[in-house]
């Protein structure tokens, strides 16, 4: 069974562009959520999508955005870019259920520069 | 506020000798504590698990400890090999929000020949 995949890997833009990543989930799964991961602060939850709808949402400003799409994939938007956004974005996709624990499986990331 | 904290940054253990990692936390809600391992230039991959309600949880060469009370869990490798060379991190959920995790800075570790 196919892994999570996010594209593009790798993107450089300039402060005050906007930009828009990509995240497939594994097959079957409803859930999708965004972290991203900086130096010094791990892993911080951006927001969970479950049958296209924002179902979680973590402390980030309002230039954060997300979708999903009908066959569960997501994309994440990030407008009026900062130097400080320049970090590594990851997916996570899971069954979505919310009894107990759904494990969830992290595509390879997005590495975004922002210059 | 950081609710999930891994207070070591690194750590080198000798082939074949215990590694352990720790991590403590705030929120005394988390229902879920989670370890999971990461290569550079992959996602994190899950690792071992327990729910708040248990103490010990074992998965062949690991286990992980949780000490409700203290806020404290740890995640022990015996033997380490140096393919467990990674960054480890600890991450937590609360009640209702499935696939929400809280996690640390995480702990590189180091498995030395």
């Known amino acids: 069974k196919a892994g999570v995949t996010q594209t593009p890997r790798y993107l450089i833009k300039t402060r005050g562009q906007q930009v828009t990543l990509s995240c497939s989930p594994i097959?079957?799964?409803?859930?999708v959520s965004w972290y991203q991961q900086t130096p010094g602060q791990g892993l911080q939850f951006l927001f969970e999508?479950?049958?296209?709808?924002?179902?979680n949402k973590g402390n980030f400003p309002g230039r954060f955005s997300g979708r999903q799409f009908s066959n569960s994939r997501s994309e994440m938007n990030v407008s009026t870019l900062e130097l400080g956004d320049s970090a590594l974005y990851l997916c996570a996709s899971s069954r979505g259920g919310l009894a107990g624990y759904n494990e969830q499986f992290f595509g390879p990331g997005t590495r975004l520069t922002v210059l | 506020d950081q609710q999930v904290k891994q207070n070591s940054p690194s750590l080198s253990v000798q082939e074949g000798r215990i590694s352990i990692l720790n991590c403590d936390y705030t929120n005394s809600m988390f229902d879920y504590f989670l370890w999971y391992k990461k290569y550079p230039a992959e996602g994190p991959t899950f690792l071992i698990s327990?729910?708040?309600?248990?103490d010990k949880n074992e998965d062949g060469r690991f286990t992980v400890f949780l000490n409700k009370s203290a806020k404290h869990l740890s995640l022990h490798i015996v033997p380490s090999q140096p393919g467990d060379s990674a960054v480890y991190f600890c991450?937590?959920?609360?009640?209702?929000?499935?696939?929400?995790?809280?996690f640390g800075t995480g702990t590189r570790l180091q498995v030395t020949l």
């Open positions: 097959s079957g799964h409803r859930s």
């Open positions: 991450a937590a959920k609360a009640p209702g929000t499935a696939s929400k995790l809280t």
């Open positions: 327990i729910s708040s309600i248990k």
């Open positions: 999508y479950f049958s296209e709808t924002q179902r």
